[in-house]
């Protein structure tokens, strides 16, 4: 059967945060460079769809087609390693510097993939400048200024807002890595994967690498937004929300519930005496 066990999920689980922290930094500035532009690219389709049938829903159903590409090719999202690269220091066998290198790489390669991914795009929806912002390019302004001045309206709870889609987003973005890794499949890791991005995206939580995509697009458009909007309004605790939801309630908690334990690798007649 192509379905694989939570427990061997779990073991895969740890076996790619080793691997994903044996990468060296070029391999991790270009995969996360490419996952961060087909992530743009699915988010632009997602805003397209929204555009052209009015009906949100439809975006939410086709954004997850980017995260889907991004597991088949073996890409990186600085999100996606919040919740597995953690679970390879449980057993110490790595060290926290590795671990915030390899974050910082990635997310130095997502930000670069979404800029120039938005960049192309501005060209392509204003004929270099020369047609007015509208349709898509002007949805995408108001989307940007919404994630940003928008909970600056409600000072400390805008916040508060921010962080807490952050952790409810990754959550399912990690939950969707790691049921992908419940099949062997290409098949199954699509339909994996599509599951919990839809959740996601259909409820407008927040999402880091998104919105690397979306809140410098809306800028080069127009948008009323500085750096410190972009950043410290939304990039910064967006991210560290992501880090606490994928990490926590994604890679911690499945893999301190389905890791291997000692008994599963003895006789049946054994394990059952030890239980």
């Known amino acids: 059967m192509d379905y694989i066990k939570p427990t061997d999920v779990a073991a895969a689980m740890l076996e790619t945060g080793r691997r994903k922290l044996a990468l060296a930094p070029f391999d991790l500035i270009v995969r996360g460079a490419l996952a961060g532009a087909i992530l743009a690219a699915a988010t632009s389709l997602a805003v397209t769809g929204t555009v052209q049938t009015g009906q949100p829903l439809v975006g939410a159903l086709i954004f997850p087609v980017g995260l889907a590409l991004i597991v088949l090719l073996g890409f990186d999202l600085v ?9 390879a220091l449980l057993g110490n066998e790595k060290n926290g510097g590795l671990m915030l290198a390899n974050w910082g790489y990635v997310f130095v390669g ?9 960049a192309l795009l501005v060209i392509a929806l204003t004929n270099f ?10 949805r995408i302004v108001s989307i940007a200024e919404a994630k940003t001045i928008g909970y600056a309206a409600f000072g400390f709870s805008g916040m508060i807002t921010v962080f807490v889609k952050g952790v409810l987003c990754n959550w399912m973005v990690c939950l969707a890595i790691v049921a992908a890794m419940t099949s062997n499949s290409t098949v199954g890791k699509i339909a994996a994967t599509w599951m ?6 259909a409820q407008g939580f927040e999402h880091s690498v998104v919105n690397m995509f979306l809140i410098p697009t809306g800028m080069m458009l127009g948008a009323k937004i500085s ?24 890679g911690l908690a499945i893999y301190l519930t389905h890791k291997p334990r000692e008994t599963e690798s003895l006789p049946l007649a054994a394990r059952v005496a030890a239980e």
């Not at 999100?79 to 679970?87: D, Q, R």
């Not at 997502?110 to 938005?118: A, E, H």
């Not at 919990?196 to 995206?201: A, G, K, R």
């Open 79 to 87: 999100t996606g390693s919040f919740g597995l690269l953690p679970l």
């Open 110 to 118: 997502n930000l670069i993939g979404s800029v120039v991914y938005g």
């Open 129 to 138: 400048g020369n047609t007015p912002v509208v349709g898509v390019a002007a």
């Open 196 to 201: 919990p991005v839809f959740i996601f995206f």
């Open 227 to 250: 750096l410190f909007d972009w950043w410290f309004r939304n990039q910064i605790p967006v991210t560290l929300g992501n880090l606490a939801g994928g990490f926590i309630f994604t």
